[in-house]
């Protein structure tokens, strides 16, 4: 299928992640386990107080800077090299797809490698601050990192890319996502009413297995992924 196909595109989510050390954040142990989303993960939450969400992302970023890229993300970059993957739209914001050498990647929600400030507008790049816990803007304001939280509405541009990528690919590789989360999870939709063929990457069947799925490969996303490119490059 996917070397039949003139253009694949991957949705991947925190899932294929968990292998390079990152919780996901609806499994057990998962992040909205040990904080609650409404409390910590809204734009309203960061504005009423900013120094409590930073308790829980103090957490991510602690996790996300000692990650490094798994088989998974590796997989679907050698997919690409292999001119197999025309682009991977991802939740995530660990950076670990361009870490693994992938290209053409939509961060649909953000991606924390730089910051802003909600007062005065600057950016900054994460690796430019002094490590301090929040970060303080030049203004003395707590910096928000550039990722969207519960209640921000997605950027146009990654919206309009997937939407495009959705409906013109003919397989859409789901990799760990549990398809939960709107607007991201209407991209598997697009694609199945543009006819592609819906292959899907999860340790458990997902709200797309049994209606939206095509294929589904049942296991972690290191180990499915590895075998499914080492079975694209016999071919
Ligand atoms: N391999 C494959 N799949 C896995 C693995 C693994 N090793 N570990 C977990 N999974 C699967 C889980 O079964 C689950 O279906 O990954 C999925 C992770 O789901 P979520 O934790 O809901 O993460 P995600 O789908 O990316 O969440 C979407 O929600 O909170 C927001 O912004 C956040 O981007 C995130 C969005």
């Not at 798994?70 to 025309?86: E, F, T, V």
């Not at 693994?100 to 007062?119: D, F, M, P, V, W």
Request: charge should be negative; aromatic fraction near 4%.
């Amino acid at each position: 299928m996917i070397c039949q196909a003139q253009k694949t595109v991957a949705l991947t989510g925190a899932g294929i992640s968990v292998e390079s050390g990152i919780p996901d954040f609806r499994s057990a142990g998962g992040l909205w386990e040990r904080f609650d989303p409404m409390e910590y993960g809204t734009i309203d939450a960061f504005r009423a107080d900013p120094e409590k969400v930073w308790m829980m992302l103090r957490e991510m970023s602690e996790v996300i800077s000692s990650a490094r890229p798994n088989p998974a993300h590796k997989g679907l970059a050698r997919l690409q090299k292999m001119g197999l993957l025309h682009s991977i739209i991802t939740q995530n914001i660990d950076n670990l797809h361009q870490e693994a050498g992938a290209t053409s990647i939509i961060e649909y929600h953000g991606n924390c490698g730089t910051l802003s400030c909600l007062s005065c507008n600057r950016q900054y790049r994460a690796d430019e601050l002094n490590g301090e816990l929040p970060p303080r803007c030049a203004c003395d304001r707590i910096l928000k990192p550039d990722v969207i939280f519960f209640g921000e509405d997605i950027p146009t541009q990654p919206v309009r890319e997937s939407h495009e990528l959705a409906s013109s690919c003919q397989v859409l590789l789901v990799v760990g996502t549990s398809a939960t989360v709107s607007p991201a999870n209407s991209i598997p939709q697009i694609a199945r009413m543009a006819r592609a063929k819906i292959i899907e990457i999860n340790i458990e069947p997902t709200v797309l297995t049994t209606h939206i799925t095509d294929i589904f490969l049942k296991g972690k996303a290191s180990e499915v992924v590895t075998g499914l490119v080492d079975e694209v490059e016999r071919v």
